[in-house]
């Protein structure tokens, strides 16, 4: 047998030399692929452009964004919008969040789609306004349609650059009616929560449905820390090195997590158990409590009309010592390709969805509450989540960790505590992966 | 050298594209790994051998690879062995033996992603069907939380892929094992030769080739699982199903170290040049290794 | 005997494992969500076809489909073609350019794509190729080179040498070589390789997302992404789309199989 790396050598230099040969092509055979590019869209339908005699040339903007369940409601909003603004055509583009990620950073780089794009707040926002990827929305005058305390997230350096859109409460859901049927009150502390869960449990009942398998560790730790640690800075601090997961702010959440766990609070195999499945649980009113959040309640309502839903917050210490009422996050964040070719449509579009009677027609359709100010809501879920714009709430804590492999490590030390392993134990081993991501 | 020429119209077009779309790509990927590019931004510095210093400390890269050498002995133990078992049965061409083949084959033609979305269903600990069934028949001890218990969810994920790929194997090897010529299995059999001693003096040496294949095959596919165990367990829980290309593509996409990224695959190409090296030797396989 | 028996068993065992899961798919199809909560393994109250009414009705699905046929035909027919052109010059190659050229494509098969996705993308922005499905034929061919090089190369090692060398007295060209003797030998290689090949493009996901931006360019596996919302999931209706799409597979699967076989009884290599 002829040794393999001599014959890897020789396809390296072949390879080399085919680069060489490549790279000279790509600058003489630009004008050869712009060509076909111009003989390609010709045949296209959405972006031709019709040799029209005077006429404005009609502009197509494209709209990425990663909430398929929207899609129809966004159609008919979108359809109202060409009708107003003849001339400008709007092509969607939807990808689910988890695929959104990868291919919204190939795409936004070079500006020929996302003319309008949407942005998760946290990590994505920090990446994207690095690399200068959002125009500046700062002067608008849609800007003033949003209250303002709710678009602080689309914010960097006194700039607006993205506006959020969406207000969700990322809180447990319950079901009025079971708690009613058992005689419990909304609990008010760790002691209270502890012995509601138990009430549940001894009527038969799962407490809690976890989706600890994907969404829940990341939906459900930020009211179990939002008191332990009440310092709306720590995950900066964290990653700034002047905290850590082993203080005791982390641990204790975590051993509260395992309470839960041990006492069998969570449905069997909570670690197992995907979003859909943990919705079950409560959609067939077999668990008395959802951890998940507010984005929630439409589907659930749709899924069975006889629940009645509210949200409540576990206070994982006294209540004298509760600080936060709740958790919001406004997410779904619009914003305008600084690279787009067409940014005053693009932002005309953005004006178009900032209006009261367009937000309420979102709102009311998609089952979410918006971040525009004066919006009614027609739902009875909606109503229930605008009774919340009241409590004192603080910005999700998980978003507030910018350095996703630390966030990783975050809720990994969550299931791990859920998978058996001790806290202390799992603070560490997340401490030691934090150390690495903060030490560079 | 004329021959060299004569054959140019042969290799050019496919080298051409090759080299347009797939090599300069990877070559401009793996210049990244040199640099601190997030991906995203226009401008990037030149770090030098940085990333690599980096990933190689880094845990959670020494957990994906742990979890993904375990995926690929999984993979490859089971579905080499239970694909071939198969094929030794269905080389025939009755009728029933043709419906097996293409039932076998059924799953290899739905996405990964949607394989992804049955078998999530059917390991879920609530509303799945495989502890459901092992209770009715009275194995309740053998139920697990599948996908959630971070001891065994990789190996969990490993059966799913053996599920989706032994029926393509099986065709693999039932080609190899047809282009035996029947007649020197006939004259071995009219010598004596028991069914063992028939499988290992002459089919398995002529199976070679086939089996190359399908082991490489395999071992190529178990690092290159990505849609799987994304769609299924997403690297977790805590980490237990994250494998190299999940770990590549968190730090590409998700965490936006597109240099990171960059090293680990060039670890990742690394491992498996190496891995398939030995593969060859193992299975003497020289006339199809060059 | 025992043997026998304990084989079959193997067959019907591993018959059932396969079957099974995909059972369920197909129920869940025709279930509504409601019904699908409330007890995932229950047969529907009733077969109809409303998840499969919605979802041809919601969007242009036969366009989807036809863009599919198009990238995944062309893709494998060409992918045939040059990859089998390649694996020819291999074969009849000296020992050292035989061994770069192997290397070199096979060297392909390791790279993990999350590596040249985006080097791949702004590659073609540069050379105004986006969002076009000629683009996306012409990347998958490249992308699927190491594959089919590896595996028919591999084939066409087995091809008997005498039969080429005859070729060649009798004053046969390459191109001749080619059609009237490896191609026709090869069929059941072929035909292997391209049942491969079928299932990797109609089902590929990673480079239609990136290449594809228009709504009527959108191939089937991409328009299905778009019953998955962020926190719900129409399994039912996904599921139906699932079916939808991996039908025409199964069927062509069938085809392919029947002439896979009758293919390889014709191409006997008895030389």
């Not at chain 1, 989706?211 to 900066?236: C, L, R, W």
């Not at chain 2, 133990?77 to 043709?98: E, G, M, N, P």
């Not at chain 2, 035996?180 to 299995?185: D, F, G, Q, T, V």
């Not at chain 3, 992404?225 to 699932?242: A, K």
């Amino acid at each position: 047998m002829k040794s393999i790396f001599k014959l890897s050598k020789i396809a390296l230099v072949i390879a080399a030399a085919l680069l060489v040969t490549v790279l000279a092509a790509c600058g003489s055979g630009n004008g050869l692929g712009n060509s076909a590019n111009n003989n390609d869209s010709g045949g296209a339908a959405g972006e031709t452009k019709q040799a029209g005699s005077g006429v404005k040339d009609p502009v197509t903007i494209s709209f990425l964004h990663w909430r398929g369940e929207d899609q129809a409601v966004l159609d008919v909003i979108i359809d109202k919008f060409e009708q107003e603004h003849a001339g400008i055509h709007v092509e969607t583009q939807v990808f689910p969040s988890d695929q959104y990620q990868s291919t919204v950073q190939a795409k936004l780089i070079d500006g020929s789609v996302g003319d309008v794009f949407t942005s998760f707040p946290g990590a994505q926002f920090e990446a994207i306004a690095k690399a200068g990827l959002f125009a500046d929305l700062s002067g608008e005058s849609f800007v003033s349609a949003y209250e303002p305390a709710l678009i602080e997230a689309g914010q960097k350096d006194g700039k607006q650059l993205a506006l959020p859109y969406q207000l969700v409460y990322n809180i447990p859901i319950y079901n009025v009616a079971l708690f009613e049927q058992h005689g419990i009150e909304v609990p008010k502390d760790w002691d209270g929560f502890l012995a509601a869960a138990e009430k549940l449990k001894a009527a038969g009942l799962t407490p809690i449905a976890f989706a600890g398998a994907d969404i829940g560790p990341g939906q459900f730790m930020n009211p179990m820390v939002m008191n332990n640690a009440p310092d709306e800075q720590i995950f900066a601090k964290l990653q700034a090195g002047e905290a850590k997961l082993t203080d005791e702010w982390w641990v204790k959440t975590l051993t509260q997590f395992k309470e839960l766990n041990d006492n069998g609070y969570f449905q069997k195999d909570a670690l197992g158990t995907k979003a859909d499945a943990a919705n079950a649980l409560f959609i067939q009113e077999k668990a008395a409590i959802l951890a998940s959040g507010s984005y929630q309640l439409a589907g659930n309502k749709a899924s069975n009309p006889n629940l009645r839903q509210k949200l409540l917050a576990p206070i994982t210490v006294p209540a004298d010592q509760a600080v936060f009422e709740g958790i919001h996050t406004t997410t779904f964040m619009l914003a305008v390709n600084s690279k787009s070719k067409h940014p005053e449509e693009a932002k005309l579009f953005i004006e178009f969805l900032s209006r009261k009677d367009i937000a309420a027609e979102y709102a009311n359709g998609t089952g979410q509450n918006v971040t525009v100010k004066d919006v009614d809501y027609t739902s009875e879920e909606l109503k229930v989540v605008s009774e919340w714009t009241t409590k004192k709430t603080r910005f999700q804590p998980r978003f507030t960790i910018t350095n996703t492999e630390v966030q990783e490590a975050v809720l990994s030390s969550i299931q791990a505590v859920l998978g058996g392993t001790e806290p202390q134990k799992a603070a560490e081993e997340a401490q030691a992966i934090v150390d690495q991501q903060i030490g560079k | 050298m004329k021959k060299w020429m004569k054959l140019m119209p042969f290799w050019a077009p496919g080298l051409l594209l090759y080299a347009l779309f797939f090599i300069y790509p990877t070559l401009t990927g793996f210049y990244y790994s040199f640099t601190d590019w997030d991906g995203l931004s226009p401008s990037y510095r030149y770090i030098g051998f940085d990333n690599y210093a980096a990933v190689s400390q880094d845990i959670v890269f020494h957990k994906s690879l742990v979890n993904n050498l375990k995926f690929m002995a999984a993979i490859l133990l089971s579905q080499t062995v239970i694909s071939l078992l198969l094929a030794l049965r269905l080389t025939r061409q009755s009728k029933a033996i043709v419906a097996l083949r293409a039932l076998y084959f059924l799953p290899t033609v739905l996405s990964s992603v949607s394989v992804g979305f049955i078998w999530t269903f059917i390991y879920d600990p609530t509303l799945g069907s495989l502890n459901a069934l092992l209770e009715r028949v009275g194995l309740s001890t053998w139920a697990q939380n599948w996908l959630g218990d971070s001891a065994i969810a990789i190996f969990s994920v490993a059966a799913v892929q053996a599920w989706a790929h032994i029926g393509q194997m099986v065709i693999l090897f039932v080609a190899g094992l047809q282009s035996i010529p029947k007649e020197l299995l006939e004259s071995a059999r009219l010598d004596g030769a028991g069914r063992f001693s028939l499988f290992f003096r002459i089919t398995w040496p002529l199976l070679a080739p086939a089996a190359a294949i399908v082991v490489s095959y395999t071992t190529i596919q178990s690092f290159k699982a990505f849609d799987l165990v994304f769609t299924m367990t997403g690297g977790g829980p805590a980490y237990s199903t994250e494998i190299l290309s999940t770990y590549i593509y968190g730090s590409a996409f998700l965490s936006y170290t597109f240099g990171k990224a960059a090293t680990a695959s060039v670890f990742f190409l690394a491992l498996i040049s190496i891995i398939t090296f030995l593969q060859f030797r193992l299975l003497r396989t020289d006339r199809i290794s060059y | 005997m025992l043997l026998n028996w304990l084989s079959r068993l193997l067959l019907a065992a591993f018959a059932a494992l396969i079957l099974a899961p995909l059972a369920i798919v197909v129920i869940t199809a025709f279930k509504t969500r409601p019904e699908f909560y409330a007890d995932p393994l229950s047969l529907p109250a009733s077969w109809t076809f409303h998840n499969f009414a919605a979802l041809f009705d919601g969007q242009p699905m036969w366009a989807y489909f036809r863009n599919s046929v198009v990238v995944t035909v062309f893709s494998v027919a060409a992918e045939l073609l040059i990859a089998g052109c390649v694996a020819y010059a291999i074969m009849r190659s000296g020992k050292r350019m035989a061994g770069a050229l192997f290397a070199l494509f096979a060297a392909g098969l390791m790279v993990p794509s999350h590596v040249n996705m985006i080097p791949l993308y702004s590659l073609l922005q540069k050379l105004g190729w986006s969002n076009s499905l000629t683009a996306l034929v012409l990347v998958t061919v490249s992308v699927l080179l190491p594959l089919s090089v590896f595996m028919l190369s591999g084939f066409m090692k087995t091809l008997p040498r005498e039969l080429l060398e005859a070729g060649e007295i009798d004053g046969a060209g390459h191109w001749t070589t080619l059609v009237r003797i490896v191609f026709p030998l090869c069929a059941p290689f072929l035909a292997a390789t391209a049942a491969f090949l079928f299932v990797i493009v109609w089902n590929d996901l990673l480079f239609p997302m990136l290449l594809i931006n228009g709504k009527d360019k959108l191939t089937l596996p991409l328009a299905l992404l778009r019953f998955r919302g962020e926190y719900i999931t129409d399994y039912p209706l996904l599921l139906t789309g699932v079916v939808v799409t991996a039908a025409p597979m199964v069927v062509l699967f069938v085809f392919l199989q029947r002439y896979f076989i009758s293919g390889a009884l014709a191409g006997s290599l008895k030389g």
